[in-house]
């Protein structure tokens, strides 16, 4: 089997042990520890369990076992795919602790979303609930199973059928081997994919470690705090910054919210006292509309952090007189780099920027088309690389070409500008991608779908502007007969087996994408084009 590695030079791998950025901490050893610290303290709250760093380490720890018990070997894949369920925590430790290496999918995914993700990381193992959000996903599984010789087990949460049960596995943790190497990959996270499908993003323990630490320090996480997760845990927002896990590192309290809905999230701030709370902006625009209208009293709560995707001054600038609490901007990326406003930033900063890095060794380099850099506040591409931003994807030679300079900067897709005290505005991004509430979807993937339509000549998907999603998915069509209606093409979606955010909101026919008009232009050009005429009329 292939080890999974993320290489930095040496030079610099040095410097960050150096600068103790990296201290040789893993995911095993921090619950550990925790549990060691803090044994009576909540760790976790969901659904009608309250469990404590004690018991979220035993079980976490007898679970592990368990899979190693049927038959799992230290160093395989294990994709996992659960809502916020408290079970998440037991899985996603025990398989560190069995030496196994998780792969986050997102709840929403569907069969090819998943298909992708375990042939791409040759996962041996898949860890699901019988149903998300009403879709029956170990009938997906069993299919899954059946036809991915790799994929020799699925472990089901909640009724199963032919396959296995998560409460039936169980072990001797005395069968879990020693702590891993703090600068072996941890974990596989997802990337939002501008070109395709997902591309794996392979993280240490040292590095993906050293943001919870700054990220817990920053927002002033400690173990008084509890961090409510209203968006799924495996969005690297909500797991890392600092998310359910900085959240652990500082030994505070997880609680999971069952829905994003105010009329749940308020009552469950105010009974489990949540001091923090992080969401995308459109449900931040929620909230506070709902907030203007019911007054809701939410004195625990500290601080609202808003990223995924832009969070326009003028809705920034209502958080704190409608919900009461501090506003902190988020803007990161799975792929390393994560920026923060801070609580010593003045309210125009915190209201207009995306925030400055985590760390005083986060190169930033923003540059033009040709990777020259800009002048001093100028708008350009943001390049960077750091301690925690990787150097390459797990399995994927050409988006490694197209996604990193020769220099290992990674290549974001944003387009930024900076201030002279180093923070950040997003100003835009280079990338096709849709950005529909801080779910990343790429334009050519939909397009192939669209295209795969036996009634579809060709597709064309661009994003547009939208009141509450910040952008939705615009599909223009140009059929081959006469008879296909939008709705046909809405049915189709349906039957591709990917994730229902990931059907366009609005589909537009056209005769002709005026190719000839423009000469022989790239997909890039068209969805170029087709942005400017829908926006400029
Ligand atoms: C504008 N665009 C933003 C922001 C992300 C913390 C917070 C978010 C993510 C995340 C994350 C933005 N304003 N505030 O991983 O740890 C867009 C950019 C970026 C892309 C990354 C974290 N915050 N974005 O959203 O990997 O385009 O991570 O490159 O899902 O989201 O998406 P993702």
Redesign the pocket.
């Known amino acids: 089997m292939k080890t999974l590695t993320q290489i930095w030079p040496d030079d610099l791998a040095q410097l960050y042990h150096e600068k103790g950025y990296w201290r040789g901490e893993t995911f095993p050893a921090l619950l550990r520890d925790r549990a060691v610290r803090f044994p009576g303290r909540v760790a976790v709250v969901g659904g009608d369990q309250r469990w404590t760093y004690a018991d979220l380490h035993d079980k976490a720890r007898h679970f592990g076992a368990g899979l190693l018990a049927r038959g799992l070997v230290p160093g395989e894949r294990v994709l996992i795919q659960m809502s916020n369920v408290p079970e998440y925590f037991i899985a996603v430790f025990g398989i560190f602790a069995a030496g196994l290496i998780p792969v986050f999918a997102l709840p929403a995914h569907r069969r090819v979303e998943l298909e992708h993700l375990a042939r791409k990381s040759e996962a041996s193992a898949i860890i699901t609930q019988d149903r998300i959000e009403r879709f029956d996903h170990s009938a997906l599984v069993a299919d899954l199973v059946a036809d991915l010789p790799d994929l020799r087990m699925a472990i089901i949460l909640g009724d199963t059928a032919d396959l296995t049960s998560f409460d039936t596995i169980t072990g001797n943790p005395a069968t879990l081997p020693a702590d891993p190497d703090p600068q072996s990959v941890a974990f596989l996270q997802i990337?939002?994919g501008s070109t395709g499908l997902s591309k794996l993003i392979p993280r240490t323990h040292d590095d993906y470690i050293y943001t919870l630490r700054e990220s817990a320090r920053i927002c002033e996480q400690d173990e008084k705090s509890v961090y409510m997760a209203v968006l799924p845990v495996a969005?690297?927002?909500t797991m890392?910054?600092p998310g359910v896990l900085g959240t652990f590192y500082a030994g505070g309290t997880v609680v999971l919210c069952p829905s994003p809905l105010p009329d749940v999230a308020f009552p469950l701030i105010r009974a489990e006292g949540v001091t923090i709370t992080a969401l995308v902006p459109p449900l931040a625009l929620l909230w506070m509309d709902a907030a203007e209208k019911s007054r809701p009293n939410l004195p625990s709560l500290q601080l609202l952090q808003?990223?995924?995707?832009?969070?326009l001054p003028e809705a920034a600038r209502r958080v704190t007189p409608t919900l009461g609490c501090r506003l902190q901007?988020?803007?990161?990326?799975?792929?390393g780099l994560?920026n923060y406003t801070r609580e010593e930033d003045t309210d125009d900063i915190t209201v207009t920027t995306?925030g400055r890095p985590i760390s005083p060794d986060d190169e930033v380099r923003i540059v033009d088309d040709a990777d020259q850099p800009v002048a001093d506040g100028a708008t350009g591409h943001l390049l960077t690389r750091g301690p925690y931003t990787i150097r390459a994807y797990h399995n994927d030679p050409a988006a490694n070409q197209r996604s990193f300079t020769k220099d290992g900067f990674y290549r974001?897709?944003?387009v930024v500008s900076r201030l002279p005290s180093g923070h950040l505005i997003?100003q835009g991004?280079a990338t096709d991608h849709i950005?529909r509430a801080?779910e990343?979807i790429s334009a050519e993937e939909i397009e192939n779908h669209l295209i795969a339509h036996p009634d579809v000549f060709d597709a064309v998907v661009v994003s547009i502007p939208d009141a509450h999603l910040g952008e939705r998915i615009c599909a223009f069509i140009q059929p081959s007969g006469d008879d296909l209606k939008a709705t046909d093409i809405r049915r189709w979606m349906r039957t591709r087996d990917i994730a229902t955010f990931k059907t366009p909101d609005e589909i537009r026919f056209t005769d002709s994408f005026q190719t000839t008009a423009v000469g022989k232009i790239s997909r890039r050009q068209l969805r170029g084009h087709i942005k400017d005429e829908l926006l400029n009329g």
Do not use: I, L, P, W
């Open positions: 990337s939002g969005h690297n927002f890392s910054s808003v990223g995924g995707a832009k969070f901007q988020v803007f990161g990326m799975a792929e994560v995306q974001t897709g944003d997003v991004r950005n801080g990343k």
